[in-house]
């Protein structure tokens, strides 16, 4: 019953708003921030999707931070042939030099305009329309706008599979929080708000010496003095263009999974309880397998439908309609997953 009304819950709320008409942004101008650490293929690949978005007003804010590729050339070249592109190089003589939040906020002062964009190197828009998209968010009464990130998937793989269905679930998560005004995560890749309430609430001041989540905490900062929206409209998507291994994604996960320390109380428990209860349920119903193998099976046939019933729509909108032929397998990996994770933290927590 736990499960029941978290899925009613989580994966209809983000979806309950629809957009009548023609898409109507007021003329503002737009500041795109973009953190460059060693990316110079990302920069020749992925830039130019941002350079030709279909916006009237905006500037490309490139924020090298002591790079020693070939990055800050190819920044340069990119400056020569696009007027709009505004270049903040950070070199290690600078105070706190090793940290991104620091070459975050150069960047922000740096910027002309008070909306601002935050965009990663590895990714691209889903369509021209991503500015757009996200500004159209951004009126005077928001400050803080959240967009998804799809991931790069592969012709077939059972690792890849796992990795995108959890990031859709941790996005539904997110979202249905953030609608709820009760933001607490959101993507590097696809985040704004306006450059007045990074300054209200001091900017990443109160975590400046934690070395990530710069928008998990940035949330917590400004939540009391700001409106959050989502953007879900599939225009306003970026995809991931680098394929992201399970290493990776467990050592993020673990990161991530830290940084909820910080988060509220009531947060931290409806997280926990979505999490255990999901846990208690396959425990339950495996166990009653072994006992009654018929009301097992039904128990699991139940739940798998409502799951189905609840979760189609969100996986049709967030455009990973694959992941629902192996449902069943990815929601018992999930479990897993987080369990073995939870101990490894608690052996080890990961540096923050």
Same mark, same amino acid.
């Given at each position: 019953?736990?499960?029941?009304?978290?899925?009613?819950?989580?994966?209809t709320?983000? @979806?309950?708003?629809?957009?009548? %008409? =023609?898409?109507?942004?007021?003329?503002? *101008?737009?500041?795109?921030?973009i953190?460059?650490?060693?990316?110079?293929?990302?920069?020749?690949?992925?830039?130019?999707?941002?350079?030709n978005?279909?916006?009237?007003?905006?500037?490309?804010?490139?924020?090298?931070?002591?790079?020693?590729?070939?990055?800050?050339?190819?920044?340069?070249?990119?400056?020569?042939?696009?007027?709009?592109?505004?270049?903040?190089?950070?070199?290690?003589?600078?105070a706190?030099?090793?940290?991104?939040?620091?070459? &975050? =906020?150069?960047?922000?002062?740096?910027?002309?305009?008070?909306?601002?964009?935050?965009?990663?190197?590895?990714?691209k828009?889903?369509?021209?329309?991503? /500015? $757009?998209?996200?500004?159209?968010?951004?009126?005077?009464? =928001?400050?803080?706008?959240? %967009?998804?990130?799809?991931?790069?998937?592969? $012709?077939?793989?059972?690792?890849?599979?796992? /990795?995108?269905?959890?990031?859709? &679930?941790?996005?539904?998560?997110?979202?249905t929080?953030?609608?709820?005004?009760?933001? !607490?995560?959101?993507?590097?890749?696809?985040?704004?708000?306006n450059?007045?309430?990074?300054?209200?609430?001091?900017?990443?001041?109160?975590?400046?010496?934690i070395?990530?989540?710069?928008?998990?905490?940035?949330?917590?900062?400004?939540?009391?003095?700001a409106?959050?929206?989502?953007?879900?409209?599939?225009?306003? !998507?970026v995809k991931?263009q680098?394929?992201? =291994?399970?290493?990776?994604?467990?050592?993020?996960?673990?990161?991530?999974?830290?940084?909820?320390?910080?988060?509220?109380?009531?947060?931290?428990? @409806?997280?926990?309880?979505?999490n255990?209860?999901?846990?208690m349920?396959?425990?339950?119903? /495996?166990?009653?397998?072994?006992?009654?193998?018929i009301?097992g099976?039904? *128990?699991?046939?139940? !739940?798998?439908?409502?799951?189905? *019933?609840?979760?189609?729509k *969100?996986?049709?909108?967030?455009?990973?309609?694959?992941?629902? !032929?192996?449902?069943?397998? &990815?929601d018992?990996?999930?479990?897993? @997953?987080?369990?073995?994770?939870?101990?490894?933290?608690?052996?080890?927590?990961?540096?923050?």
């Open positions: 019953m736990v499960q029941f009304i978290y899925y009613l819950f989580f994966f709320l983000p @979806f309950n708003t629809k957009r009548n %008409g =023609t898409l109507i942004v007021e003329n503002k *101008a737009i500041s795109i921030i953190y460059i650490k060693n990316n110079a293929n990302e920069l020749k690949q992925n830039l130019p999707s941002i350079i978005q279909e916006y009237k007003d905006f500037e490309i804010v490139l924020v090298n931070h002591s790079s020693s590729d070939q990055s800050l050339e190819i920044i340069k070249h990119f400056q020569q042939n696009h007027h709009h592109i505004k270049v903040v190089n950070v070199e290690n003589k600078e706190f030099w090793g940290n991104k939040k620091y070459a &975050l =906020t150069l960047g922000i002062k740096a910027a002309s305009n008070d909306s601002l964009l935050f965009f990663n190197i590895d990714c828009p889903a369509s021209k329309l991503w /500015i $757009k998209e996200m500004a159209s968010k951004l009126d005077k009464e =928001t400050s803080v706008v959240i %967009g998804y990130k799809s991931l790069k998937s592969t $012709k077939f793989s059972v690792k890849s599979l796992f /990795i995108r269905f959890h990031n859709t &679930l941790s996005s539904l998560k997110f979202f929080f953030a609608k709820l005004n009760n933001p !607490y995560k959101g993507f590097q890749e696809n985040f704004g708000y450059r007045q309430l990074f300054f209200k609430v001091k900017g990443f001041i109160n975590h400046i010496n070395v990530n989540g710069e928008t998990d905490l940035f949330l917590k900062d400004s939540k009391a003095v409106k959050t929206q989502i953007q879900l409209i599939p225009d306003s !998507y991931e680098s394929i992201v =291994t399970f290493s990776e994604f467990l050592s993020d996960f673990r990161k991530h999974n830290a940084l909820r320390s910080f988060y509220s109380g009531k947060t931290r428990f @409806f997280l926990a309880l979505f255990l209860s999901k846990f349920f396959w425990l339950s119903s /495996i166990y009653l397998c072994f006992h009654n193998l009301f099976l039904l *128990a699991i046939a139940i !739940y798998l439908l409502f799951q189905y *019933a609840f979760i189609t *969100a996986m049709v909108k967030l455009k990973e309609v694959k992941l629902l !032929y192996f449902l069943p397998i &990815l018992i990996s999930y479990v897993f @997953f987080v369990f073995f994770s939870a101990i490894l933290n608690l052996v080890s927590k990961p540096k923050l």
